[in-house]
């Protein structure tokens, strides 16, 4: 009997991931670049057992069995098999398998629960069939952005250019320790499932997108450099600039897929305005957003203004927000 149990964050996308030019190896259009929170914070927690005993496979998420018939999770463990270690593989590859996975926070909410859970449930199965080398190839199986949340730090998505996707792997660009003064609120608007998935939402955006065709040749080539030299330089301005920016471009392209999809609400907008507000009146940016496929909003933010911005949103937004403060390193707790 094997068994191991593994804890992986979420990412934040600052340039996002949507589209996808070959669905079934879930290869994208363009390249992304994310910050991924620290282990204290918001993470999945998966743990996987083998052993020649199990009857049949098994696979529980936050205490609900789920099927095992499912298409993201089968190819990820062929995908791992098949780089077994020659000497144990016969006997280890017909081992059954159960899997129990949780996430500290609300599932498929648009707060990127299934790169959390996917990286964590390949970290899981790698280091239990003692698989070496690159493993984001396998984590993108389960779900894209999940390639990003196997490193720590600032990671870039390479969208690769060959045909079978073996060079569409995550890479750490910088560190974890690198800008420590980098904090990030997460800001629960609404924490229930979405109504589209992410999945659906970019397959019809690559079906009907004009403006996808321009963001993924002209914009994001360009944004990718830009903001790892900002990362690199700890330049906040440009980092922040281009962060909103993108975010923005998104959720036009959303808007421009036919039938749009809205993401946003309300609430998320007056986050917008309020930011734009705040950063006019200090005379720099000291808050960026960014949206994600949900309506929920991540802030970044230095730690010096910190103790300022909480106080901001709590006097915007007094009763309706629920904020939980990250840092890619330690969890604060903050009582808002
Ligand atoms: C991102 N998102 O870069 C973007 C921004 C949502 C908005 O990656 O179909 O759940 O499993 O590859 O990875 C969400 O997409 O989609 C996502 P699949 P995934 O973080």
């Not at 006997?91 to 707060?111: Q, Y």
């Not at 250019?161 to 690198?178: K, M, N, R, V, Y």
Request: overall charge negative; proline content about 4%; aromatic content about 10%.
């Amino acid at each position: 009997m094997r068994i191991v149990t593994a804890v992986a964050p979420v990412n934040i996308a600052t340039i996002k991931y949507w589209g996808k030019r070959d669905d079934d190896l879930i290869l994208p259009l363009n390249d992304s670049f994310s910050a991924t929170l620290s282990l204290e914070d918001m993470c999945a927690k998966t743990t996987v057992m083998i052993s020649p005993y199990l009857l049949e496979n098994k696979f529980w998420l936050n205490g609900k069995e789920e099927n095992m018939d499912n298409p993201r999770l089968s190819n990820c463990l062929k995908a791992l098999k098949d780089r077994l270690n020659k000497e144990n593989s016969e006997e280890v590859s017909s081992w059954k398998i159960h899997i129990c996975s949780e996430n500290n926070f609300p599932t498929a909410a648009g707060l990127a629960s299934s790169a959390a859970g996917y990286a964590c449930l390949v970290y899981a199965l790698a280091s239990l069939y003692q698989v070496d080398g690159d493993i984001t190839a396998i984590a993108r199986n389960g779900s894209g952005s999940a390639c990003r949340s196997i490193f720590g730090g600032w990671v870039r998505w390479h969208k690769g250019s060959l045909e079978d996707g073996t060079d569409s792997i995550a890479t750490q660009i910088f560190p974890t320790d690198h800008w420590p003064e980098i904090r990030v609120l997460v800001l629960v608007v609404n924490d229930s499932r979405k109504k589209y998935s992410s999945t659906l939402g970019m397959k019809q955006t690559v079906m009907t997108s004009e403006l996808l065709k321009h963001r993924t040749k002209f914009v994001v080539p360009d944004r990718i450099e830009k903001i790892i030299d900002a990362v690199h330089k700890k330049d906040f301005q440009s980092f922040a600039k281009l962060t909103m920016k993108d975010s923005n471009q998104f959720h036009a392209v959303c808007c421009d897929t036919y039938p749009p999809c809205f993401y946003m609400n309300d609430v998320s907008h007056a986050i917008i305005d309020m930011v734009h507000v705040y950063n006019e009146f200090k005379g720099q940016l000291k808050i960026a957003y960014t949206f994600d496929a949900g309506p929920n909003a991540c802030l970044f933010i230095q730690e010096s203004d910190l103790s300022e911005v909480l106080s901001l949103i709590r006097y915007v937004f007094p009763s309706n927000l629920n904020a939980n403060e990250y840092y890619r390193g330690i969890a604060l707790d903050k009582d808002l």
